[in-house]
């Protein structure tokens, strides 16, 4: 059973929309005995970094997604929720994160290295490029997912970087490590390839239950 971590700044509805069509189990809560029962976990995200990091300290839930995780509950991290999982960011101010992962989270530029200026936010299909064997990966090829962000992260740990994508920055697109997981896209909105990873997930949480 997955539980979707309702901290107020979640894209809730099409992530639970698209659990329900792949037919797996799911609740969506903000308390923490709830979503003690759940066999993995999921932490969605949409606007500040230093609001949701602000909102998560506030209400428990921030010590409560750090001890389980440190039991071995497996935890994905969508968009904002993925960006949340590294150490730091400077959006609206500097704040800390999780630091389950190791880097950092920037801002595009919008000039390349040759002066030349690129929309922000970075907003639209763009193709996955892998970068290392995961589960989460199985039946995924090079395909295009959806993006709405204008913030990436950028990290020196290569070990982390299961898949990325280009938008003149190379963007960590889906990362992992041990039970920690994030995408950057979204995909719940990302057809077969953002489903299939929702699959691919929900499936290894079944298999940690076990």
């Known amino acids: 059973m997955i539980g979707i971590i309702d901290y107020g700044m979640g894209n809730l509805y099409s992530v639970s929309k698209a659990l329900e069509r792949l037919g797996y189990d799911y609740f969506v ?9 759940a066999t993995g976990l999921i932490l969605p995200g949409v606007g500040s970094f230093r609001d949701a990091m602000s909102i998560l300290t506030e209400t428990g839930l921030r010590t409560f997604i750090e001890k389980e995780v440190e039991a071995g509950k497996p935890l994905l991290g969508i968009c904002l929720g993925m960006q949340l999982l590294f150490e730091e960011s400077h959006e609206n101010g500097h704040a800390e994160g ?14 390349d290295a040759s002066g030349l200026t690129y929309k922000v936010p970075h907003m639209g299909w763009n193709r996955l490029v892998h970068q290392k064997d995961s589960f989460l990966m199985n039946e995924v090829g090079d395909e295009h997912v959806y993006f709405v962000h204008s913030y990436y992260v950028d990290t020196d740990d290569r070990d982390v970087l299961i898949a990325s994508a280009d938008y003149v920055e190379e963007v960590p697109a889906v990362v992992g490590k041990g039970k920690v997981f994030g995408t950057q896209f979204h995909p719940e909105k990302s057809s077969h390839a953002g489903l299939t990873i929702l699959k691919n997930y929900a499936q290894y949480v079944e298999r940690n239950e076990a």
């Not at 999780?98 to 000039?111: A, E, R």
């Open 29 to 37: 809560s903000e308390v923490e005995e709830d979503l003690a029962k």
């Open 98 to 111: 999780f630091s389950f992962l190791p880097g950092k989270v920037k801002k595009f530029p919008g000039k």
